[in-house]
C-alpha cells in the first residue's frame, strides 16, 4: 500500500485539525489524540516538524491493518490457550506503534524485529502463519528473511540490535545508501531491551560508523513484571544524545504519528544521515506472554487508563468524527477479521508436525560431517523406541 509522504503539506482535511503538540506533554509526538481528533502536525525535540497527507482510502487501510493485526494475534493467544500453540507474546495495545512503523518501511528497507512484532510482519507481507508455526514448535520461522526484508524472530533479548548495526554497515559499505532509493535499516526492541550490553553497543557502533539504522524502541512500560522505573531514570528517547544521534518520543498508539516519525527516520538513514531512536511509547495491555500473569505486579486501573488510549478506537473515532467512512464499513472489516482468524485456526491445526531428524538440516549450507555423525546418532536413539511400549 502506497502512502503519503510526511513532511507534504496537508491537503486540509473536513475539520481544521487543532494545535501543534500533544496537549499536556511536550515531549510526545503526537497527529491524533486519544479521541481521534488530528493534529495537523507536531515539532519533535530537534524542531523537526512532523505531518501527514493520507488520502482517504489509505486512512481506511490503516483501520484495517489495525483490526486485522488485533484479532489474528487474538486468535494466536486463543489459540495457545486449548493447547495448540506452546506460547504466545501477544502485541495487544501495540497495534499502532508496528502498523504505523511497518508501512513507512520501503520495500529495500530491512527489519530485525524481536518476538512480538507480528504487526510488522504483517505488514511486510509475510503469511501471518509463520510465527504461529514457531510458536507451535513446528519450524522455526519459515520465512525467508531475504525475500520479506524481515530478518527471524529474537528471543535473546537486545541480539538483533547488533545484527541491524552489523547488517546496516554493510549496507553503507556496499554503497546502498546516500541516495533517496537508499536502503534503510530498522531494528525493534523494549524498554527492558535498553538495559542490556548488546543494544548500548549497538548505539555506539552505529553511531561511529554513520550506519543506516532506526532503533525502534516500543516502551511498552514493562519488561515481564519490571515496570519502566526499574530500567531508567530519563525519557529513553533522550539516551540517543549522549551515543551523538537524534532520538524522539512518538505517542505509539498514534499509527499516524508512528508512521511520521519512523518514515522522516528512515529518509534521513537511507540519506547517509546514520542512525537514530524512536521511542514508541505505548502499553502492553495483555499479558507478557502466556505464561505471565500481570495481575500479580500489576494494578487494574492502571490497564483501565491505557485502555481509554486503545489505538484502535481512537482511529475509529477520527474516521467517524470526519465522516471518511459509514458505519458497513467497520462491519465489513470486523468481517473480514473474523474469516480471517477462522482460517489461520483451521490451518495451524492442520500443520504436519515434523520429523524429529529434521532439526539438522539447515545448521549449515552445505551440512558438516560432525553434524551427520550426530544426525545418525540420534536417529539410532529414536529407533531404540520403536516396538518398545514407551
Ligand atoms: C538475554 C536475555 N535475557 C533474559 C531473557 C528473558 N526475557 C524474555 S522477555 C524479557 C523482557 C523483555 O522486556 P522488553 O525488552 O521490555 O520487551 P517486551 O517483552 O516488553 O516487548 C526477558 C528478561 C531473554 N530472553 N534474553
Ligand atoms: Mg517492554
Redesign the pocket.
Given at each position: 500500500m502506497a502512502k503519503g509522504d510526511p513532511g507534504v503539506t496537508s491537503r486540509g482535511r473536513r475539520a481544521a485539525p487543532r494545535s501543534k503538540r500533544a496537549a499536556g506533554d511536550p515531549e510526545l509526538v503526537q497527529l491524533l489524540t486519544p479521541e481521534g481528533e488530528r493534529i495537523e502536525s507536531a515539532t519533535g525535540p530537534d524542531g523537526t516538524e512532523y505531518r501527514v497527507d493520507f488520502s482517504d482510502e489509505e486512512y481506511r487501510g490503516l483501520y484495517r491493518d489495525l483490526v486485522l493485526v488485533r484479532k489474528l494475534d487474538a486468535e494466536a493467544t486463543a489459540l495457545q490457550r486449548q493447547g495448540e500453540l506452546g506460547l504466545w507474546?501477544s502485541l495487544l495495545g501495540?497495534e499502532a506503534a508496528q502498523v504505523g512503523s511497518g508501512r513507512a518501511l520501503r520495500t529495500q528497507d530491512m527489519a530485525f524485529p524481536?518476538?512480538?512484532e507480528h504487526g510488522v510482519l504483517y505488514c511486510r507481507g509475510i503469511d501471518p502463519i509463520m510465527p504461529l508455526g514457531l510458536f507451535r514448535g513446528v519450524d522455526q520461522g519459515g520465512w525467508d528473511p531475504n525475500e520479506f526484508k524481515f530478518n527471524m524472530y529474537t528471543?535473546?533479548?537486545?541480539?538483533q540490535t547488533l545484527h541491524a548495526t552489523g547488517y546496516a554497515m554493510g549496507v553503507a559499505m556496499d554503497g546502498r545508501t546516500g541516495t533517496e532509493d537508499g536502503e534503510a535499516v530498522i531494528a525493534y526492541?523494549?524498554?527492558?531491551?535498553?538495559s542490556?550490553g548488546?543494544v548500548n553497543e549497538a548505539f555506539v557502533w552505529a553511531s561511529v560508523f554513520n550506519a543506516p539504522l532506526v532503533f525502534f524502541c516500543?516502551?511498552?512500560q514493562?519488561?515481564?513484571s519490571?515496570p519502566l522505573e526499574r530500567?531508567t531514570r530519563v525519557p529513553l528517547y533522550r539516551r540517543a544524545g549522549g551515543f551523538g544521534f537524534p532520538g524522539v518520543r512518538v505517542d505509539g498508539n498514534d499509527v499516524l504519528a508512528s508512521y511520521a516519525v519512523t518514515r522522516h527516520a528512515l529518509d534521513n538513514a537511507r540519506n547517509g544521515q546514520g542512525p537514530s531512536l524512536i521511542e514508541a511509547y505505548t502499553y502492553?495491555m495483555g499479558a507478557?506472554?502466556t505464561s505471565d500473569d500481570p495481575t500479580r505486579y500489576r494494578i487494574a486501573s492502571e490497564v483501565e487508563a491505557w485502555q481509554a488510549k486503545d489505538p484502535i478506537a481512537r482511529m475509529k473515532a477520527f474516521l467517524t468524527r470526519q465522516q471518511i467512512v459509514d458505519e458497513s464499513f467497520f462491519a465489513e472489516v470486523d468481517e473480514q477479521a473474523r474469516t480471517e482468524s477462522v482460517h489461520l485456526r483451521e490451518r495451524v491445526l492442520n500443520m504436519p508436525d515434523p520429523q524429529p531428524v529434521s532439526m539438522f538440516d539447515h545448521v549449515y549450507p552445505n551440512g558438516s560431517a560432525e553434524l551427520d555423525e550426530q544426525r545418525a546418532q540420534f536417529s539410532r536413539y529414536l529407533e531404540s523406541f520403536e516396538g518398545s511400549a514407551h
Amino acid at each position: 500500500m502506497a502512502k503519503g509522504d510526511p513532511g507534504v503539506t496537508s491537503r486540509g482535511r473536513r475539520a481544521a485539525p487543532r494545535s501543534k503538540r500533544a496537549a499536556g506533554d511536550p515531549e510526545l509526538v503526537q497527529l491524533l489524540t486519544p479521541e481521534g481528533e488530528r493534529i495537523e502536525s507536531a515539532t519533535g525535540p530537534d524542531g523537526t516538524e512532523y505531518r501527514v497527507d493520507f488520502s482517504d482510502e489509505e486512512y481506511r487501510g490503516l483501520y484495517r491493518d489495525l483490526v486485522l493485526v488485533r484479532k489474528l494475534d487474538a486468535e494466536a493467544t486463543a489459540l495457545q490457550r486449548q493447547g495448540e500453540l506452546g506460547l504466545w507474546a501477544s502485541l495487544l495495545g501495540q497495534e499502532a506503534a508496528q502498523v504505523g512503523s511497518g508501512r513507512a518501511l520501503r520495500t529495500q528497507d530491512m527489519a530485525f524485529p524481536t518476538y512480538r512484532e507480528h504487526g510488522v510482519l504483517y505488514c511486510r507481507g509475510i503469511d501471518p502463519i509463520m510465527p504461529l508455526g514457531l510458536f507451535r514448535g513446528v519450524d522455526q520461522g519459515g520465512w525467508d528473511p531475504n525475500e520479506f526484508k524481515f530478518n527471524m524472530y529474537t528471543i535473546v533479548i537486545g541480539a538483533q540490535t547488533l545484527h541491524a548495526t552489523g547488517y546496516a554497515m554493510g549496507v553503507a559499505m556496499d554503497g546502498r545508501t546516500g541516495t533517496e532509493d537508499g536502503e534503510a535499516v530498522i531494528a525493534y526492541f523494549g524498554d527492558g531491551a535498553t538495559s542490556q550490553g548488546d543494544v548500548n553497543e549497538a548505539f555506539v557502533w552505529a553511531s561511529v560508523f554513520n550506519a543506516p539504522l532506526v532503533f525502534f524502541c516500543q516502551n511498552n512500560q514493562y519488561a515481564i513484571s519490571e515496570p519502566l522505573e526499574r530500567q531508567t531514570r530519563v525519557p529513553l528517547y533522550r539516551r540517543a544524545g549522549g551515543f551523538g544521534f537524534p532520538g524522539v518520543r512518538v505517542d505509539g498508539n498514534d499509527v499516524l504519528a508512528s508512521y511520521a516519525v519512523t518514515r522522516h527516520a528512515l529518509d534521513n538513514a537511507r540519506n547517509g544521515q546514520g542512525p537514530s531512536l524512536i521511542e514508541a511509547y505505548t502499553y502492553r495491555m495483555g499479558a507478557h506472554t502466556t505464561s505471565d500473569d500481570p495481575t500479580r505486579y500489576r494494578i487494574a486501573s492502571e490497564v483501565e487508563a491505557w485502555q481509554a488510549k486503545d489505538p484502535i478506537a481512537r482511529m475509529k473515532a477520527f474516521l467517524t468524527r470526519q465522516q471518511i467512512v459509514d458505519e458497513s464499513f467497520f462491519a465489513e472489516v470486523d468481517e473480514q477479521a473474523r474469516t480471517e482468524s477462522v482460517h489461520l485456526r483451521e490451518r495451524v491445526l492442520n500443520m504436519p508436525d515434523p520429523q524429529p531428524v529434521s532439526m539438522f538440516d539447515h545448521v549449515y549450507p552445505n551440512g558438516s560431517a560432525e553434524l551427520d555423525e550426530q544426525r545418525a546418532q540420534f536417529s539410532r536413539y529414536l529407533e531404540s523406541f520403536e516396538g518398545s511400549a514407551h
